[in-house]
């Protein structure tokens, strides 16, 4: 018996773990530009500036597409968090212009990063609701409300994947109670608008 066999196909395997673990690093590096330029866009957004909000994700996407041609196989999961970025960005800019929430095929992103990207885009959707209440836009608090609910409760079912989908379960666990609480902000709001409208009408 002789190791003549096991040199090359070692030298073999040691040269694709250092191609792997090469890549690794790269888009451990890179994507994190990604992330950076999908939470300016959702700071943008928030901020009133959709302009802006839209030129970070449109560099956020260019980038992510460059990326993908290095993460094959296994690879592939360290692109869930700079995709999962982009899906909140995306969603969340779409519905405060009133588009059509855009699918994981639209927006070409794994299943995965798309679940978790819409439930953290419900916390999101939390800020808009206060900050049309602050600036005295219940109808369009409203509205975005009852997206953000819907939202949740179409994602509710996904805790039971919690083993596959990462962090699900805990995500919707929050988003219960962020329901709950813009619920309850949305209900007070309307109720001090009629109270207001009823001693308008008093005093005339």
Known sequence: MTLKNVRPALNKIAKNL???????????????????L????????????????K??????????????????????????????????AACLIAIVEQKEIPS???LSVMPESYVLGLLDCVGELKRQVFDKIRIGEI????????????????????SMYDKVVKEARR?????????DDVRSAITEEKRRSELIKILQKLEK
């Open 139 to 158: 109808d369009e608090a409203v509205r975005i409300f009852d997206i953000m609910e819907n939202l949740y409760l179409q994602l509710y079912t996904f």
């Open 18 to 36: 250092e191609d792997v673990q090469d890549s690794r690093e790269f888009l451990l590096k890179n994507t994190r530009e990604i992330v950076i």
């Open 171 to 179: 995500k919707i666990d929050v988003n219960r109670i962020l329901v």
């Open 55 to 88: 030129k970070n994700l449109i560099q956020a996407e260019k980038l992510l597409k460059t990326y993908k041609k290095k993460a094959t196989g296994d690879l592939r999961r360290y692109l869930i968090t700079p995709e999962q970025e982009f899906v909140e």
């Open 104 to 106: 994981d095929k639209i």
């Open 38 to 53: 999908c939470s300016k866009s959702i700071i943008a957004v928030h901020k009133g500036d959709l302009e802006s909000g």
